[in-house]
Each structure stands twice: as C-alpha cells, then as structure tokens.
C-alpha cells in the first residue's frame, strides 16, 4: 500500500534535548511538507521541500531543521532553540496540489 | 497572496440535519480548493477537490462543495448528517499554477453531531 509513515506515534522528551521526527512516503511524490497543529488550531507549515536536497522555510521555521537527501524521506528534527515543542506533528507529501497527510507524531516535551 | 476564512469554528448538527461549513477564500490567480477531514489524534484525509473542470465537486461519506467566484466561496454541505461525521474539517486553498508550492489551510471548523 502507498502511503505516508510517520513514526513513533507519541514521543517524550525532557526541555533541552533534541529530537528528530521521522517521515518516509512511497508515493512517488517530489513535495513534502511539515506542519505543527496545537489544540484547537489550524495547521502551521514548519518547513517544505519541492526536491531532493532542497527546502525553503515556512511560516514558523524558528527552532527547526529539515534535511532532504532522499526522495522518499524528509526528518524534522526539533531542537532545544524551539521555545514551546509540544504539539502533533503531521508531516505530509503532494501532487497536484492534493495533500497526502501521515498519521502524525504527538510530542510532548517536559 | 492567498488566504482562507472558515465562518465559525465550531457547528452543531442534529443527526439527519443539513451540514452546513463554510469557507472563503482569497486568491489572485486561479485556485485549486479543497476540504480536508480529520479525527481525533489522526491525519488529515482530503475529501474533494475543486480544479476547475465543474462547479459542483462530489467527494466522499456524501460530502459535496460547490465553488462560486462570484462569492470566493467553496462550502461543504451534507444533506444528511450521520454521527460518525463527527470531526474536525478544513479548507484549504492553493495556487492552480504553481500546486507544488504551500498549500494555505483554514483554521478548521469542529462538526458536532447530536443523536
């Protein structure tokens, strides 16, 4: 089945440390995105890439890192600099402007 | 620049009632619209597209949203609410010509269904 992984489902964390959210898809697809959701809100994109080895920032990149050095996979890594952590985190992937989503990550950060 | 409004972020239905989610969008150049579903502590699942071909988008669960220029409107309706509609649902928009590029979401509408 094609599809977008995400993984682990939930993930503790003590303040300080950093931590890398893992995203793979076997759809083929060239984008993929990163999104942060938090009780109540709306999705926030963090960072996307439109191809391997590149990425622009998006809206709340502050705090976060990316890497995209295969096609099928795009980490997120939070870092400690990332003043409020917790939230879920869906990572997604894209043709034609339709939205493939994972099942997302809940941080919690402590 | 573009950018989505979703007219009340919550909406209270009773089993069997209209669903009614409305959503306007902003855009300078042709849109590609979408609404998204998602539940509790999931992903989002899209429901249905709007690329242009017809004004009246079908999607799935009997979900359909029909976009007028006129009004930069795309509302989702439901004639009959089933509870299992229950969920949170987005409107999302992006640029036609560039649709590999960000995608804008709303702040999303939680749909309640009551027995």
């Known amino acids: 089945d094609g599809g977008i992984t995400q993984s682990p489902k939930y993930l503790f964390r003590k303040e300080g440390q950093n931590v890398t959210l893992s995203c793979e898809q076997n759809?083929?697809?060239?984008?993929m995105y990163w999104y942060r959701q938090d009780p109540g809100q709306g999705l926030r994109l963090i960072y996307y890439?439109?191809?391997?080895?590149?990425?622009q920032k998006g809206d709340i990149a502050e705090g976060y890192s990316v890497s995209r050095e295969k096609k099928e996979s795009f980490p997120l890594t939070v870092t400690s600099a990332q003043k409020n952590p917790t939230a879920f985190y869906l990572c997604?992937?894209?043709?034609?402007?339709?939205?493939?989503f994972g099942p997302g990550t809940r941080l919690t950060v402590t | 620049a573009q950018s989505v409004t979703q007219l009340g972020s919550h909406v209270s239905v009773s089993e069997g009632a209209l669903v009614l989610l409305r959503c306007n969008y902003s855009?300078?150049?042709?849109?590609?619209l979408f609404w998204y579903v998602q539940y509790p502590n999931q992903g989002l699942q899209l429901l249905l597209k709007?690329?242009?071909?017809?004004?009246l988008v079908k999607g799935i669960n009997g979900f359909e949203a029909e976009f007028k220029k006129s009004e930069t409107s795309f509302h989702l309706t439901k004639p009959s609410a089933h509870m299992s509609d229950a969920a949170e649902y987005f409107c999302?928009?992006?640029?036609?010509?560039?649709?590999?590029?960000?995608?804008?979401f709303g702040p999303g509408t939680s749909l309640s269904v009551i027995p």
């Open positions: 999302a928009v992006t640029n036609q010509e560039t649709s590999y590029d960000k995608v804008i």
């Open positions: 759809l083929n697809h060239d984008a």
């Open positions: 890439s439109q191809i391997v080895n590149d990425f």
């Open positions: 855009s300078s150049v042709p849109p590609y």
């Open positions: 997604a992937s894209s043709i034609e402007g339709k939205q493939y």
């Open positions: 709007y690329t242009s071909a017809a004004t």
